[in-house]
């Protein structure tokens, strides 16, 4: 059971815009950042977005993120086949020391 | 550019200790505040932060795993380990190591080694 909630899956059709939602608690998101993670089978995870929309050097405009109040927000607009991979939202919760937290994934599938 | 590289034993007998290390090259482990972390990924299912340690030792843990870790750091080798104690069958999964995007953050992490894949089994 992880502490950020997330969809398992969501799917669209190339070229198409999806979102993944990433909802959490005042503790977690609702007090921290946001970030979001990139994961193709047998690879360590690729960050996409931190600090709720901010992109790393490299990453295509075509992802994007945001937040409001205890969720955050992955976009991804122009979808490609090559975006078929698990997608993860992650951020500090201060609950009890709990630390770093991750949503439990979500499978992009573009038909 | 910075790398990591997780190295150490891929099976781990039950109730024995995991122990990883990852080395960092490209640069130097101390360059910077950042807290170096461990997370890990059993087989088919989702990514877990086991915790972080900072170039001065303090250290940062999971309260699920937090009796059995131990991070350490050794900036003369440019590396940092993990250490879990008394491991089960659910200790099995893919550990990396990374790094935050930031200073003094333990999230964000943009730098990540391939992963190790470990095994808990007699």
């Known amino acids: 059971q992880s502490v950020l909630t997330q969809p398992p899956s969501v799917s669209a059709a190339p070229g198409q815009k999806v979102t993944i939602s990433c909802s959490g608690s005042?503790?977690?998101?609702?007090?921290?950042?946001v970030s979001w993670y990139q994961q193709f089978p047998g690879t360590a995870p690729k960050l996409l977005i931190y600090?709720?929309?901010q992109r790393p050097p490299g990453i295509p405009d075509r992802f994007s993120g945001s937040k409001s109040g205890t969720s955050g927000t992955l976009g991804i607009t122009g979808l490609q086949t090559g975006d078929e991979a698990d997608y993860y939202c992650?951020?500090?919760?201060?609950?009890?020391?709990?630390?770093?937290?991750f949503g439990g994934g979500t499978k992009l599938t573009v038909l | 550019q910075l790398q990591l590289q997780e190295s150490g034993p891929g099976l781990v007998k039950p109730s024995e200790t995991l122990s990883l290390t990852c080395t960092v090259s490209?640069?130097?482990?101390?360059?910077?505040?950042?807290?170096w972390g461990w997370i890990r990924q059993p087989p088919g299912k989702g990514l877990e932060w086991i915790g972080s340690?900072?170039?001065?030792?303090?250290?940062w843990y999971t309260p699920s795993l937090k009796s059995r870790v131990t991070l350490s750091v050794d900036m003369s080798n440019n590396q940092f380990s993990l250490n879990l104690k008394s491991v089960t069958a659910a200790d099995t999964a893919v550990y990396y190591c990374?790094?935050?995007?930031?200073?003094?953050?333990?999230?964000?992490?943009?730098?990540w080694g391939q992963g190790t894949m470990v095994t808990v089994s007699s």
């Open positions: 990374a790094r935050p995007s930031g200073v003094i953050r333990h999230d964000a992490f943009d730098i």
């Open positions: 490209g640069g130097s482990i101390s360059s910077g505040a950042y807290n």
């Open positions: 340690i900072s170039v001065h030792g303090r250290t």
């Open positions: 005042s503790s977690n998101i609702g007090n921290n950042y």
């Open positions: 600090d709720n929309d």
């Open positions: 992650g951020t500090w919760d201060d609950n009890l020391s709990a630390g770093v937290v």
